[in-house]
T-cell receptor
Framework: DAGVIQSPRHEVTEMGQEVTLRCKPISGHNSLFWYRQTMMRGLELLIYFNNNVPIDDSGMPEDRFSAKMPNASFSTLKIQPSEPRDSAVYFC??????????????FGAGSRLTVL | GQNIDQPTEMTATEGAIVQINCTYQTSGFNGLFWYQQHAGEAPTFLSYNVLDGLEEKGRFSSFLSRSKGYSYLLLKELQMKDSASYLCAVRLLSGSARQLTFGSGTQLTVLP
C-alpha cells in the first residue's frame, strides 16, 4: 500500500532559523506534492515532482522556499530564513499515477510549523 | 486562474441528510474531487467525478454538472464521526499535471 511519512510532526522555531521538512513516500507513486494549509488561505500547492523531477514550483511563495527530491523515496522542503508568516501545516502527498489509485492523492500526516 | 466556492460552515443533526455544494470556474477542467479532513489530521479521499452525474459510495454520493460548474457531496444517515471539513478540489487539464486546486473547505458539525 502507498503511504507517506512526514517528519517532524511538530516544529517550533524562531524567526530567521532554517527549517527542513522531510517526506518519505513508502511505495507506489510517480508524483509527489508539497501543500501548505493555513486558516486564511486553505490548502495551497507549493510544488510537485513527477518521477523525481520538479514540474511546477509556481506555488512556492518566494526564494526562501526550496524543495528537492534526490530519489523516489525522499523529498525535503526547506525554508531559509523562516518568518512568522510561514507558520502552517505542511503536507506531503503522493499520487500513484496509474491504476485504481491514479486519481487519488494520499497525504502524509503533516508537519505543523510554528515560527515565533 | 481558477475559483472554487463552497460554504464555510454547515450544521446538521445525527441521522439526517446534508448536501454540501461546490461551484467552480476554471479553464481546462479534468475532474472534481471531494476530500474529508478531521481536525488535526490529513485530508482523505472520498470521491471523484469526471463525467456528469451521480457517483454513489455507501452513505456518501457526489454529483457533477460540468456545464454548470457545479458539484455537491451528499451525506446520508449522518453520524457524529462525520463532523469534519469537506474539501472540494478541481484537477485541471494541463499536460501531465495531476495537481489539485482545493477550495477552502466546508466545516460540517453533526449535532446529536
Amino acid at each position: 500500500d502507498a503511504g507517506v511519512i512526514q517528519s517532524p510532526r511538530h516544529e517550533v522555531t524562531e524567526m530567521g532559523q532554517e527549517v527542513t521538512l522531510r517526506c518519505k513516500p513508502i511505495s507506489g507513486h510517480n508524483s509527489l506534492f508539497w501543500y501548505r494549509q493555513t486558516m486564511m488561505r486553505g490548502l495551497e500547492l507549493l510544488i510537485y515532482f513527477n518521477n523525481n523531477v520538479p514540474i511546477d514550483d509556481s506555488g512556492m511563495p518566494e526564494d526562501r522556499f526550496s524543495a528537492k527530491m534526490p530519489n523516489a523515496s525522499f523529498s525535503t522542503l526547506k525554508i531559509q530564513p523562516s518568518e512568522p508568516r510561514d507558520s502552517a501545516v505542511y503536507f506531503c502527498a503522493i499520487n500513484q499515477g496509474r491504476g485504481p489509485g491514479a486519481n487519488v492523492l494520499t497525504f502524509g500526516a503533516g508537519s505543523r510549523l510554528t515560527v515565533l | 486562474g481558477q475559483n472554487i466556492d463552497q460554504p464555510t460552515e454547515m450544521t446538521a443533526t445525527e441521522g439526517a441528510i446534508v448536501q454540501i455544494n461546490c461551484t467552480y470556474q476554471t479553464s481546462g477542467f479534468n475532474g472534481l474531487f471531494w476530500y474529508q479532513q478531521h481536525a488535526g489530521e490529513a485530508p482523505t479521499f472520498l470521491s471523484y467525478n469526471v463525467l456528469d452525474g451521480l457517483e454513489e459510495k455507501g452513505r456518501f454520493s457526489s454529483f457533477l454538472s460540468r456545464s454548470k460548474g457545479y458539484s455537491y457531496l451528499l451525506l446520508k444517515e449522518l453520524q457524529m464521526k462525520d463532523s469534519a471539513s469537506y474539501l472540494c478540489a478541481v484537477r485541471l487539464l494541463s499536460g501531465s499535471a495531476r495537481q489539485l486546486t482545493f477550495g477552502s473547505g466546508t466545516q460540517l458539525t453533526v449535532l446529536p
